[in-house]
């Protein structure tokens, strides 16, 4: 190969490899607008929503006015014999999640039962549910 090719063939080469660079820097610097994930706004707001509802012991605790608003239950369950047993804490959340669904901000759990061979929920092994009543409580203005 002579000088003069020899010199356009690197020249060539510089400029391929500057222009590749140059594409992939670009590319990374680009604005990406269509990412999913399984996030979503809502999870968030209903992750922290138990913690909203106050566990009280009986209507005696109440200082203020308050306000029945109903009837609210939750269950843990073990839907596969190699899945964590069924608990209670599990299913007082879920009971605390359903009261704030109901704008509550205060609950009084009346019991919490175990279910063994759950056979007419036909998707559990066994479970555990809690009842409880829910409540609208005034706040004490401090």
């Known amino acids: 190969m002579n000088k003069k090719y020899q010199a ?3 020249i060539t080469l510089r400029n391929i490899t500057a222009a590749l660079i140059l594409s992939l820097l670009a590319a990374g610097c680009a604005k990406i607008n269509d990412i999913s994930t399984n996030l979503d706004r809502d999870n968030f707001k ?3 929503a138990p913690t909203k509802v106050k566990i009280v012991e009986s209507e005696k605790d ?3 006015k308050y306000q029945f608003i109903g009837l609210v239950e939750g ?3 073990q839907e596969k014999s190699h899945h964590a047993a069924p608990n209670e804490i599990d ?3 879920e009971a605390r999640r359903q ?3 109901l704008e509550a ?3 009084i759990f009346s019991q919490c039962v175990i279910i063994e061979e759950d056979k007419a929920a036909k998707y559990c092994l066994a479970s555990t549910v809690c009842y409880g009543r829910a409540y609208k409580v005034e706040q004490d203005k401090k």
Do not use: D, L, M
Request: some cysteine.
């Open 8 to 10: 356009t063939y690197v």
């Open 46 to 48: 209903n992750y922290f």
């Open 62 to 64: 109440f200082t203020g």
């Open 75 to 77: 269950e843990s369950c």
């Open 91 to 93: 299913a007082r959340t």
């Open 99 to 101: 009261a704030y669904k």
């Open 105 to 107: 901000n205060a609950i």
